[in-house]
């Protein structure tokens, strides 16, 4: 892919809304974390499913940008903050900081993907499983 091209990816992917990209990058965020969680070993679903889910919640997330917050580029921590401000309304079991740097988060996952940055993806999903006793 050129840098054109590379680009034009970037510009047609900051078009969407931010809630629009959070939708995406959940997805693509609790893929990875599911991935991880099979190829570690072959569980029941229910363990899988509960080692997913200090992951792939709020909290979890929250706590996953704390650890990449350092390495990410100005334009990263741009659309980070486009997702974190974005108007969403946590329900009444999440902490609404939590809550908003959890949708930030997926942002970022989501424009990475419709950037077709998966390279990036990978990057930052090893720093945030570095120190992880689950994976």
Do not use: W
């Not at 990875?32 to 080692?51: A, I, Q, T, Y």
């Not at 889910?53 to 741009?78: D, M, N, R």
């Amino acid at each position: 892919m050129t840098d054109e091209q590379r680009a034009e990816k970037r510009r047609e992917a900051a078009m969407y809304s931010p809630l629009t990209l959070a939708y995406l990058g959940d997805c693509v965020y609790e893929l990875l974390v599911r991935e991880m969680l099979v190829r570690k070993g072959n569980k029941p679903n229910g363990k899988l499913h509960g080692e997913a889910t200090k992951f792939v919640s709020s909290k979890g997330q929250s706590e996953a940008f704390l650890k990449i917050e350092h390495i990410l580029t100005e334009e990263e921590i741009a659309i980070f903050k486009r997702g974190r401000n974005a108007h969403s309304v946590p329900n009444k079991n999440n902490d609404a900081d939590e809550y908003r740097r959890a949708t930030g988060l997926e942002t970022l996952f989501g424009y990475l993907r419709l950037c077709g940055d998966d390279d990036r993806i990978e990057e930052l999903f090893r720093e945030i499983i570095k120190d992880s006793e689950i994976f």
